[in-house]
């Protein structure tokens, strides 16, 4: 009944989690943009520390079940290694393997290392719910986009406009980066079972210390057990060993598979009470455990403080340009949404789970390439411009990379300045009037002026005001000139009000 409970409570979170990422009409966020948020690493990066107390509260009374039941990774690692198990000569395969501690702990110091340094690169690679949120941006959304748009061209075909169509995008660095997790999550999962979550994932470790103490756990009874060693074989932590009767409850997920497969129900769930004779070295155990609580706690203390400083349209205006896609303006410094406060504040809390690229309607938010900052969101105004009206990616940060503001905030909030580029101007390259980026410009920041004072009939060219700019981007999306723009945004290392 347990493993029945666990299992509905998985998919429904795996479910919801899942359709964060996929659902283009922004709807799904209303009902379930909490679960993005009692994600563990960016509860602690938002600092969250309701989130926070409860995740550990509900690990020291029940274990690992956030492992098994909140953790969209997770939940997908026991479905590669449901198929794993696919038929008879397969079905008991696991066998109980000790600890890899050295590898447990070094991957949960490379992480707090990372995470102190500010190399993104690494800590978001071993982040689970980034991990996840890659994968289903990056493979599960655009098949979900393509199955969206047949439907609605059939839908179309027999007069029904129940769907619309929504533009695919692909990303190849990190379509790669999730192919490649998605496949050694696959081989691990589809083998071992539980191998990510017992070895590299950060959470995990720091979980497994604390479910070591948890309230309730399974428990065997060795007066019930006939040492089939059923339960061993069934264990995808591998951390069940039948010959001694024991179980390693820091690698123990609270699956309730064993409960469930044990025929003499020698295995339940409950307050596991040290039995009279039992108390065995026990200065010995107490160093042991003062120890482990002083690695726990210098890891975690270590995140904590560091987390607390830390459409483009083909058409352009009458014809005046050849119509070809727009390259990437060098900038020198990055753009990040509304929200973020500024560079640093941004890469600090920043997982890279892509919920935000997920949720934009304009395509504006991409995976950075650069190494610093790798798949961390940044604005580009190729395929659309950052409407002053949308707040949708602050409404959905999970971690606090984004702090959450209002229509009215982020209106007033210069993210970057418009630059023009003489070389690029149409006016002046081709002798026709444009002003195309003055008359979109959603703040009036742009004037144009006649390029020669002293020839009211000379080329208008645009004139920026940089205290009235907020770096939206559409002087740039919507300017003419191709490959290059006219004009366009460079970013500010701290936002400010104007």
């Given at each position: 009944?347990?493993?029945?409970?666990?299992?509905?409570?998985?998919?429904?979170f795996?479910?919801?989690?899942?359709?964060?990422?996929?659902d283009?009409?922004g709807?799904v966020?209303?009902w379930?943009?909490?679960m993005?948020?009692?994600?563990?690493?960016?509860?602690?990066?938002?600092?969250?520390?309701g989130v926070?107390i409860?995740?550990v509260?509900l690990?020291?009374?029940?274990?690992r079940?956030?492992?098994?039941v909140?953790c969209?990774l997770?939940?997908?690692?026991?479905?590669?290694a449901?198929?794993?198990?696919?038929g008879k000569?397969?079905?008991?395969?696991?066998?109980?393997?000790?600890?890899i501690s050295?590898?447990?702990?070094?991957?949960?110091?490379l992480?707090?290392?990372?995470?102190?340094?500010?190399?993104s690169?690494i800590?978001?690679?071993?982040?689970?719910y980034?991990a996840?949120?890659r994968?289903?941006s990056?493979?599960l959304a655009?098949?979900?986009?393509?199955?969206?748009?047949?439907?609605a061209g059939?839908?179309?075909?027999?007069?029904?406009?129940?769907?619309?169509?929504?533009e695919i995008?692909?990303?190849?660095?990190?379509l790669?980066?999730?192919?490649?997790?998605l496949?050694v999550?696959f081989?691990l999962?589809w083998?071992?079972?539980?191998t990510?979550?017992?070895?590299i994932?950060t959470v995990?470790?720091v979980l497994?210390?604390l479910?070591?103490?948890?309230?309730?756990k399974?428990v065997?009874?060795?007066?019930?057990?006939?040492?089939c060693?059923?339960?061993?074989r069934?264990?995808?932590?591998?951390?069940?060993?039948?010959?001694?009767?024991?179980?390693?409850?820091?690698?123990?997920v609270?699956?309730?598979?064993?409960?469930d497969?044990?025929?003499q129900?020698?295995i339940?769930?409950?307050?596991?009470?040290p039995?009279?004779?039992?108390?065995?070295?026990?200065?010995?155990?107490t160093?042991k455990?003062?120890n482990g609580?002083r690695?726990?706690?210098?890891?975690?203390?270590?995140?904590?403080?560091?987390?607390?400083?830390k459409?483009q349209?083909?058409?352009?205006?009458?014809?005046?340009?050849?119509i070809?896609?727009?390259?990437?303006?060098?900038?020198k410094?990055?753009?990040v949404?509304p929200?973020?406060?500024?560079?640093?504040?941004?890469?600090q809390?920043?997982?890279?789970?892509q919920?935000?690229?997920?949720?934009?309607p304009?395509?504006?938010?991409?995976?950075?390439?650069d190494?610093k900052t790798?798949m961390?969101?940044?604005?580009s105004?190729?395929?659309?411009?950052?409407?002053?009206?949308?707040t949708?990616?602050?409404?959905?940060?999970?971690?606090g990379?984004?702090?959450?503001?209002?229509?009215?905030?982020k209106?007033?909030?210069?993210?970057?300045?418009?630059?023009?580029?003489?070389?690029?101007?149409?006016?002046?390259?081709?002798?026709v009037?444009?002003?195309n980026?003055?008359?979109?410009?959603?703040?009036?920041?742009?004037?144009?002026?006649?390029?020669?004072?002293?020839?009211?009939?000379?080329?208008k060219?645009p004139?920026?005001n940089?205290?009235?700019?907020?770096?939206?981007?559409a002087?740039e999306?919507?300017?003419p000139?191709r490959?290059?723009?006219a004009?366009?945004?460079?970013?500010?290392?701290h936002?400010?009000?104007?």
């Amino acid at each position: 009944m347990l493993r029945k409970i666990r299992l509905v409570l998985a998919l429904f979170f795996w479910v919801a989690i899942t359709l964060l990422f996929l659902d283009f009409t922004g709807t799904v966020h209303s009902w379930f943009g909490w679960m993005a948020k009692i994600q563990f690493v960016p509860a602690i990066l938002a600092l969250n520390v309701g989130v926070v107390i409860g995740l550990v509260v509900l690990t020291l009374v029940l274990g690992r079940v956030y492992c098994s039941v909140i953790c969209p990774l997770g939940v997908m690692q026991d479905f590669f290694a449901w198929l794993g198990r696919r038929g008879k000569k397969r079905r008991n395969k696991y066998s109980y393997s000790p600890a890899i501690s050295w590898l447990r702990y070094g991957m949960l110091g490379l992480f707090v290392i990372a995470l102190v340094a500010g190399v993104s690169a690494i800590y978001t690679l071993i982040e689970p719910y980034s991990a996840y949120g890659r994968i289903a941006s990056n493979i599960l959304a655009p098949v979900y986009a393509w199955c969206n748009n047949l439907l609605a061209g059939y839908a179309e075909k027999s007069g029904s406009y129940a769907f619309y169509e929504t533009e695919i995008i692909m990303r190849s660095i990190t379509l790669i980066v999730a192919a490649v997790t998605l496949v050694v999550l696959f081989i691990l999962s589809w083998r071992n079972g539980r191998t990510y979550c017992n070895t590299i994932c950060t959470v995990g470790t720091v979980l497994g210390f604390l479910s070591k103490y948890s309230w309730l756990k399974p428990v065997i009874d060795t007066s019930k057990c006939n040492g089939c060693g059923l339960c061993g074989r069934r264990c995808k932590a591998a951390c069940i060993d039948t010959k001694n009767h024991e179980i390693d409850y820091s690698r123990c997920v609270a699956c309730m598979d064993c409960i469930d497969n044990c025929h003499q129900h020698a295995i339940s769930y409950k307050h596991l009470k040290p039995a009279k004779g039992d108390v065995k070295d026990t200065k010995e155990e107490t160093r042991k455990t003062d120890n482990g609580r002083r690695t726990f706690i210098t890891g975690v203390g270590a995140v904590v403080a560091t987390a607390a400083v830390k459409a483009q349209d083909k058409v352009v205006d009458g014809g005046l340009a050849v119509i070809e896609d727009k390259k990437i303006p060098v900038r020198k410094t990055r753009i990040v949404p509304p929200g973020a406060i500024s560079l640093r504040h941004f890469s600090q809390h920043c997982t890279a789970c892509q919920l935000c690229v997920s949720v934009c309607p304009t395509k504006v938010l991409r995976p950075s390439t650069d190494l610093k900052t790798f798949m961390q969101p940044e604005s580009s105004y190729e395929l659309g411009f950052c409407r002053p009206e949308c707040t949708k990616c602050s409404e959905v940060c999970p971690d606090g990379a984004i702090v959450k503001i209002t229509e009215a905030q982020k209106a007033a909030t210069q993210i970057g300045h418009a630059v023009w580029v003489k070389e690029n101007c149409l006016p002046l390259t081709k002798g026709v009037s444009c002003g195309n980026c003055a008359r979109k410009c959603p703040v009036g920041a742009i004037t144009m002026v006649a390029y020669d004072p002293n020839d009211p009939e000379s080329p208008k060219i645009p004139v920026v005001n940089d205290e009235r700019c907020i770096g939206c981007g559409a002087c740039e999306n919507l300017c003419p000139s191709r490959p290059f723009s006219a004009i366009y945004v460079e970013g500010h290392e701290h936002h400010r009000e104007i």
